[in-house]
Each structure stands twice: as C-alpha cells, then as structure tokens.
T-cell receptor, first 116, second 113 residues
Framework: GAVVSQHPSRVICKSGTSVKIECRSLDFQATTMFWYRQFPKQSLMLMATSNEGSKATYEQGVEKDKFLINHASLTLSTLTVTSAHPEDSSFYIC????????????FGQGTRLTVV | RKEVEQDPGPFNVPEGATVAFNCTYSNSASQSFFWYRQDCRKEPKLLMSVYSSGNEDGRFTAQLNRASQYISLLIRDSKLSDSATYLCVVSGGYGGATNKLIFGTGTLLAVQP
C-alpha cells in the first residue's frame, strides 16, 4: 500500500483562489518532504524542500510567497498555491524519504491542478 | 547545463528487444543514483538503485561510471508492460539540502507488439 498519501488527487479552481494540497507519510516519520511540479511531457522539477518545524527551502525561481509550504508535524506537509492562475495548472507531487542516502523515496499520488 | 540529462526518446522497440538508456549528471559530489519508472499520469516509482559495482534485477541492469558521471539502464527481453518513462535520478552533494532528488527529463519507452 501507499506509504505517502497526497490529497486531493484532482482539483479545479477559479483564477485568484487558493488551493491547499496535503501530503502525509503513513507509516514513518518524515522530517523532510519534497514538493515537485511536472508540466506535460516534462520531468519533475523540484520546487522546495519542506522541513518539519522550520521554513521551507525553495529552489531558484520558485516564489515562496506564492507557494506556501507548511510542515507542522513529522507526518504532514502542505503546499498552498495562492492566488492561482492558469499557468499554475500542473501536476504537483510530494515525496518523502525514510532515511538518508541510498534509501528509496516514496511519492504521493500527485495532484492535478487545473486553474480556469 | 542541466543537472541530470537524458535522451528524451521516444524509443520504439519490438517485444523481446534489448534497449539501453543513458544518463549524465553534472554534480561530481552526487552520492546516490536511481532509476525510477513513471507511467502516464502517475507518480514515479523506484525501479532500482544504481551502485558503483553495477547491479542487476531480473531483466534490468544498471551501471554507474563515477569518473564519467554517467549512468545506464539496460532492459533485456522487453515486454509490453515495460512501456513507460524512465527517469534517471541523482541525490546528494548539495551541502545542507538533505536528500533532495534531482530528476532527469526522462526517456520514453514504447514497446511494440
């Protein structure tokens, strides 16, 4: 079964509204989770690293005020897309690793966001 | 230069064929290497880790050349179910940014009956 659960799997929202995506590790504690975005026919692009109890680390070019990340507990990280626009429409995926190097990363099922 | 580069394909091969994918990475301090498989509109799933000594799992063989910063994946006796996008993934070597995975663009494989 899934070890990382992401919700919702699909969301359609109007321009200007905000959307929250949840990512939960089900049977392990994840001090670090990762958020990726994938546009059609492109690879996963790392957006930010979510750190439990501290601020997220954003990749270059990702607006931290637009993509709000909260990692309130060892099993939950949330990504909020604020004031969404059609160009934010994408596939958002979270990931968590149980340990350090050479350990498998588990991915959530992804959230397909469509902004109309 | 992209951190992880792959030939995007598509690779169209008949069932039973042997196909090889290549990948190069730019960060010489990278420490961990993986091949992931992604089916259309699904999340990536680990296919295999890649070790310096090379490793094999059934029909799949992965190799790593640290000197050339090059990773490969060989699939023998291709099955229709192997059709997917294969992602080369690199981790480590980013200082305080713990464990983040950097993905290549992916190589699309289409196995034909």
């Amino acid at each position: 079964g899934a070890v990382v659960s992401q919700h919702p799997s699909r969301v359609i929202c109007k321009s200007g509204t905000s959307v929250k995506i949840e990512c939960r590790s089900l049977d392990f504690q994840a001090t670090t989770m990762f958020w990726y975005r994938q546009f059609p026919k492109q690879s996963l692009m790392l957006m930010a690293t979510s750190n439990e109890g501290s601020k997220a680390t954003y990749e270059q070019g990702v607006e931290k005020d637009k993509f709000l990340i909260n990692h309130a507990s060892l099993t939950l990280s949330t990504l909020t897309v604020t004031s969404a626009h059609p160009e934010d429409s994408s596939f958002y995926i979270c990931s968590a690793r149980q340990g350090l190097e050479n350990t498998e990363a588990f991915f959530g099922q992804g959230t397909r966001l469509t902004v109309v | 230069r992209k951190e992880v580069e792959q030939d995007p394909g598509p690779f169209n091969v008949p069932e039973g064929a042997t196909v090889a994918f290549n990948c190069t990475y730019s960060n010489s301090a990278s420490q961990s290497f993986f091949w992931y498989r992604q089916d259309c509109r699904k999340e990536p799933k680990l296919l295999m880790s890649v070790y310096s000594s090379g490793n094999e799992d059934g029909r799949f063989t992965a190799q790593l050349n640290r000197a050339s910063q090059y990773i490969s994946l060989l699939i023998r006796d291709s099955k229709l179910s192997d059709s997917a996008t294969y992602l080369c993934v690199v981790s480590g070597g980013y200082g305080g940014a713990t464990n983040k995975l950097i993905f290549g663009t992916g190589t699309l494989l289409a196995v034909q009956p």
